[in-house]
């Protein structure tokens, strides 16, 4: 049996220096429900990286209650059923803290399976840390008290990519929308749609499509081509923005790209020389932020054997979020309180090389600084054994970046 399909692997600290001491209290278990096989492997990977080297830094700080915090690790597959399934079973596990970020659709199921279960198992409470899934009902009509999201949305990431573009004057005036057709590809054509007037565009064709079944993307890509587009707009990830790359590098396209996740690992090697002039919005860029952020680039390449990219910023950074919170909630019987620590996660704020990061208590949306980046060869970081990276055109504060809370959001709170 693969080691993925286990129901349950505990990551403890790397130096075990707790193994030896007594158990003196119920540890705070953290369940990271994440895609760790099939085709959008790769990403849930990514995830389970950043948590466990966040881990890994909580731990070597005391833990909580003078006991490591436990990682659990299952794999969901890629589904909404296998995440169901794994959550049932992280719950059985005792597992107090749910981690997943690859997927809106998978995000969705867990916040809903949260919210019924902790309806039901009152003094049992899970929370959801949600480092990834930026659908916008997550913190409209689904919002709830127990999910937390630290990764933007779909607002957010379109309103400050073509403020970044328009800086760098290359957004041009034709835009062609390419999205998944599910819930955070639909926010990103909306969002792409309703921005005309702010980035002086018009969109000349919108494309949704399957997602994670597309095998080639050439015939997307000569509907671009044949639109005139200057500028492609895309919130596509995983496989289905690898894919898009190499039939854009294959059929020569001469329209740029402003992504969400062109920072993905593997997108610049299959794009090659054509990835040189496109455009990504990111929670990160080491670039951006002077030494701070050099020291956390060369400690996370120390501790895990690359640099950081992709979702691994924002998850971190999410998961010392976690971390604030649980230092500011004491123990209640020698057990984390979830309640409580709810409350105090609410508050949380930390500083980033970025700039700022808080918690909006009004629909659990974190506040985020964001960066427009464009990929040339003068950038200080190179990425996928390439002579190209990713260099800063934009920083937006948090207070910047940020799109109003929704009206949608009605969240309860427990008495």
């Given at each position: 049996m693969n080691k993925l399909d286990l129901p349950a692997i505990a990551v403890v600290s790397a130096l075990g220096i707790f193994s030896a001491m007594p158990a003196s209290a119920a540890p705070v278990k953290i369940g990271l429900v994440e895609t760790l096989s099939g085709p959008q492997a790769s990403s849930g990977q990514a995830y389970r990286t950043a948590v466990r080297y966040a881990i890994?830094?909580?731990?070597?700080?005391?833990?909580?209650?003078?006991?490591?915090?436990?990682?659990?690790?299952?794999?969901?597959?890629?589904?909404?059923?296998?995440?169901?399934?794994?959550?049932?079973?992280?719950?059985?596990?005792?597992?107090?803290?749910?981690?997943?970020?690859?997927?809106?659709?998978?995000?969705?199921?867990?916040?809903?399976?949260?919210?019924?279960?902790?309806?039901?198992?009152?003094?049992?409470?899970?929370?959801?840390?949600?480092?990834?899934?930026?659908?916008?009902?997550?913190?409209g009509e689904k919002c709830n008290f127990y999910h937390?999201?630290?990764?933007?949305?779909?607002?957010?990431?379109?309103?400050?990519?073509?403020?970044?573009?328009?800086?760098?004057?290359?957004?041009?005036?034709?835009?062609?929308?390419?999205?998944?057709?599910?819930?955070?590809?639909?926010?990103?054509?909306?969002?792409?749609?309703?921005?005309?007037?702010?980035?002086?565009?018009?969109?000349?064709e919108k494309t949704l499509h399957d997602v994670n079944k597309i095998q080639d993307f050439s015939p997307y890509v000569a509907k671009i081509a044949a639109s005139g587009a200057d500028t492609v707009i895309t919130g596509n990830w995983s496989n289905d923005l690898l894919l898009l790359m190499k039939a854009s590098k294959a059929a020569g396209l001469k329209a740029r790209y402003g992504t969400v996740y062109l920072d993905q690992p593997g997108n610049l090697a299959n794009a090659g020389e054509l990835a040189v002039g496109n455009f990504v919005v990111h929670t990160f860029n080491a670039e951006a932020g002077g030494d701070d952020a050099a020291q956390f680039v060369d400690d996370y390449k120390a501790k895990t054997g690359h640099i950081p990219v992709f979702v691994e910023p924002q998850t971190f950074y999410g998961m010392r979020m976690v971390a604030d919170a649980l230092k500011r909630t004491p123990p209640a019987n020698g057990a984390l309180n979830v309640n409580e620590f709810a409350k105090a996660l609410e508050?949380?704020?930390?500083?980033?090389?970025?700039?700022?990061?808080?918690?909006?208590?009004?629909?659990?949306?974190?506040?985020?600084?964001?960066?427009?980046?464009?990929?040339?060869?003068?950038?200080?970081?190179?990425?996928?054994?390439?002579?190209?990276?990713?260099?800063?055109?934009?920083?937006?504060?948090?207070?910047?970046?940020?799109?109003?809370?929704?009206?949608?959001?009605?969240?309860?709170?427990?008495?």
């Open positions: 890994d830094q909580i731990n070597a700080a005391g833990g909580w209650n003078g006991e490591p915090v436990q990682l659990l690790e299952y794999d969901n597959q890629g589904g909404p059923a296998g995440a169901a399934d794994k959550l049932k079973a992280a719950a059985a596990d005792g597992v107090q803290i749910v981690v997943q970020g690859a997927s809106s659709a998978i995000g969705g199921q867990i916040t809903e399976d949260v919210r019924k279960y902790n309806l039901r198992n009152p003094g049992k409470e899970m929370v959801y840390i949600n480092v990834g899934a930026e659908a916008l009902e997550l913190t937390f999201r630290f990764a933007g949305n779909a607002e957010v990431r379109t309103k400050s990519l073509i403020e970044g573009m328009r800086k760098a004057n290359a957004l041009g005036t034709k835009v062609y929308s390419i999205n998944q057709n599910y819930s955070w590809g639909q926010d990103m054509e909306k969002a792409i749609v309703d921005d005309q007037k702010l980035g002086g565009y018009t969109v000349v508050t949380a704020r930390i500083p980033t090389p970025m700039g700022e990061i808080s918690m909006r208590a009004s629909d659990h949306q974190a506040q985020l600084p964001m960066v427009v980046s464009t990929v040339t060869r003068d950038a200080r970081y190179k990425v996928d054994g390439t002579d190209m990276g990713f260099k800063p055109v934009l920083l937006l504060t948090a207070q910047q970046a940020s799109t109003p809370a929704q009206a949608t959001c009605k969240m309860k709170r427990p008495a």
